[in-house]
């Protein structure tokens, strides 16, 4: 970080984004056009699952060398900085207070404005950017959050959400209590495969919203009974046959013709081929980014930066605060 | 002849001369033995709360037969309250939610569409999304979702919203609780 970087007068911005809400760094440069560099340093607990303060000290010990890259990348290609983004929320408060420190100070450092963006918010911006979805309903399924959201009028309104945990965080769960290594998802997704039968679990949907808490309890319960492939697949079916039938009926409410996955979960292909089946019978089309967009990464809080920066959005060291119940209808959306 | 007049996400509502059937279709996406559980229990417990909330003083389509995925009932040959309401009918749309409420069933898509006047009686239609529930924030949503309705589609709205809660407060000891949720509800900013 020594030198001034060059400021190039072609009209293209180049915003520097910081994520770090939960797991994973992420430190990353774009442009209008595309991802210019991205470097990662991801958080793995010993054992067990996320221990918040750990967490922020492993985004602590690896801010200099994650942000480092991308700044090596930007003097490389003689970019100027325009902005710095960083996820002011939501998240954990030890994690998203490292990355606001570190925002601030990057932003101080070249003089330029400081962008707080909302993490579920970037990632609908970046699957927006990447698939070129217009206006679709939006299934954000992840370990921290399970929601519906379209935008109208003007904000990104939440139709749909669990009223306990969210699916993420319930698969982990019921891994864990079955022995399953973490990350439990994708070895979750690799047993059902082999399995046979399906095991009635709870299915619980409430007019638009869901609760996946007693889920992981009956399908740990059947675990003691049942052949683990079949219960691993039974979660599955259960706990996507929820998500598909709320974002179905989000469609049908908000008269939309798009659907768009978006977050960690959203990797897994069976949920991928429910939602493809459901937008097929009712005439929807189904976009879903690329891997590297679907999970926590930097690249979708720069990209939102960047959009907000050029709509003049941007935030004083004042409003910097980081907020870890941020949620996505208290932002006005005022660069669509 | 069976006429379709209906098709919502879930269900498609047919008419055949004084009687409606809701028909709840497969979806492809789901696992067929799940999926035909859920269709049959939805089915079941719709027919159930339609007759539990006729015996809570909610007039209500009386239901002729309940089949594996389907349900058959009255077709209550009136007009849907969005089209007439003023004060005296959303007062009288109130004092049924109360009734409805105290009697511990949510509505779960509580508008002015699922209301239908007839000789004088407003009927309430499709539990479609209706469950059994006495918390503060489940009836609070409901009026909540009535609100919207009202607020969206009609002029002097708040005349309606008034008379609508003293009908509710009438009919239902907790009205006042209710109300104070459906402000935090409001403030919240939750679309539904």
Partial sequence: MGENLDKREDGRTVVLGLEGTAWNLSSALVDEEDVIAEENATYVPAKGGIHPREAAQHHAEHMAPVVKAVLDAARRDGLAIDAVAFSQGPGLGPCLRTVATAARALSLRFGVPLVGVNHCIAHIEVGKWKTGATDPVVLYVSGGNSQVLALRRGRYRIFGETLDISVGNALDKFARQVGLPHPGGPKLEALAKSAKEYIPLPYVVKGMDLSFSGLSTAAAQAAKKHDLADVCSSFQETAFAMLVEVTERALAHAEKKEVLLVGGVGANSRLREMLNIMCEERGARFYVPEMRFMGDNGSMIAYTGLVMLKAGVTTSLAESRVRPGYRTDEVEVRWR | ?192
């Fill in chain 2, 1 to 192: 002849m069976a006429e379709e007049i209906g098709r919502g996400a879930e269900a498609v509502i047919t008419r055949d001369g004084d009687r409606v059937t809701k028909w709840r279709r497969p979806k492809g996406y789901r696992l067929k033995p799940l999926d035909d559980r859920i269709r049959r229990e939805r089915t079941v417990m719709e027919s159930r709360l339609i007759s539990e909330a006729r015996r809570c003083g909610v007039p209500t389509p009386i239901i002729f037969d309940v089949d594996n995925f389907s349900l058959t009932m009255e077709h209550i040959d009136g007009i849907k309250l969005k089209d007439v309401i003023d004060p005296a009918l959303s007062e009288k749309a109130g004092e049924l939610a109360g009734r409805l409420h105290a009697c511990g069933i949510v509505h779960g898509d509580l508008t002015t569409s699922n209301m239908i006047l007839k000789d004088g009686k407003i009927y309430f239609i499709d539990f479609g999304l209706a469950f059994h529930d006495h918390s503060l924030e489940a009836q609070g949503v409901d009026v909540h979702v009535f609100f919207q309705t009202v607020r969206s589609s009609h002029d002097s709205s708040e005349e309606l919203v008034d008379a609508f809660l003293r009908g509710y407060a009438r009919t239902y000891s907790r009205a006042g609780d209710v109300l104070k949720r459906v402000r935090e509800i409001e403030g919240r900013g939750r679309y539904l």
